[in-house]
């Protein structure tokens, strides 16, 4: 079982940046692969990020290439969105996930390879 609270979101300008965090409880968070997801209003959740187990590998939704970095301090049991040069497009809740694997460079786009959901973080960029 694990359980994910996001923080960070917030209002920020067009070109700002925003960093948001996922913490995560349970003993096994490191076996997991993360995602972040987001949904703007009257639109489906979307994909936006993934790193795998180990960290070695992420993806990204095309949008967000070279703007977002994803990362994860499994020591800390936490993961990071580092999003740069937001656009008015990026505002949405943004949740994080987690999907249980077998393998250390496993990673996946589809939400429901994901078992557990944070309650999500409202990121409002305005333009």
Wanted: a positive charge.
């Amino acid at each position: 079982q694990v359980q994910l609270v996001e923080s960070g979101g917030g209002l920020v300008q067009a070109g700002g940046s925003l960093r948001l965090s996922c913490a995560a409880s349970g003993r096994t968070y490191s076996t997991y692969a993360m995602g972040w997801f987001r949904q703007a209003p009257g639109k489906e959740r979307e994909f936006v990020a993934a790193i795998s187990r180990s960290g070695g590998n992420t993806d990204f939704t095309n949008s967000v290439k070279g703007r977002f970095t994803i990362s994860r301090d499994n020591a800390k049991n936490t993961v990071y969105l580092q999003m740069n040069s937001l656009k008015s497009e990026d505002t949405a809740v943004y949740y994080c996930a987690a999907a249980g694997v077998l393998f250390g460079s496993s990673l996946f786009r589809e939400a429901t390879k994901y078992n557990y959901w944070g309650q999500g973080t409202q990121v409002t960029v305005s333009s």
